[in-house]
C-alpha cells in the first residue's frame, strides 16, 4: 500500500514522489552544481524560489500522482531547465 499525504487541500504526494525528486534534484545538483533547482515537492514545503536569470532546473517527478495512486498507469517524470527564464 502507498503512503499517501495531502499536499494542500486537494493534491496528493506519497513517498515515491519525494523520493524520485530526492533522487533527480540530487544527481542534478551533483552535474551542475552552479545551477539553480525548484523541485515541486521541495517547494510545497518550504516555498518556491524566485525564477532568475541563471539555468534553473525544474523538477515535478510523478506527475500524476493521482492516476498513481489509484493505480492508473498514466503518470510521467517531467524536468525541465530554464535559462534566462526561458525554457
Not at 33 to 39: D, K, R, T, V
Amino acid at each position: 500500500e502507498r503512503n499517501v499525504e495531502h499536499k494542500g487541500d486537494v493534491d496528493l504526494v506519497t513517498e515515491t514522489d519525494k523520493a524520485c525528486e530526492e533522487l533527480i534534484l540530487g544527481r542534478l545538483r551533483a552535474e551542475f552544481p552552479s545551477h539553480c533547482f525548484i523541485g515541486e515537492e521541495e517547494s510545497a514545503t518550504g516555498g518556491t524560489p524566485e525564477l532568475t536569470d541563471a539555468p534553473t532546473w525544474m523538477v515535478d517527478p510523478l506527475d500524476g500522482t493521482t492516476n498513481f495512486v489509484h493505480r492508473f498507469p498514466f503518470s510521467c517524470v517531467c524536468v525541465g531547465l530554464a535559462v534566462d527564464k526561458k525554457a
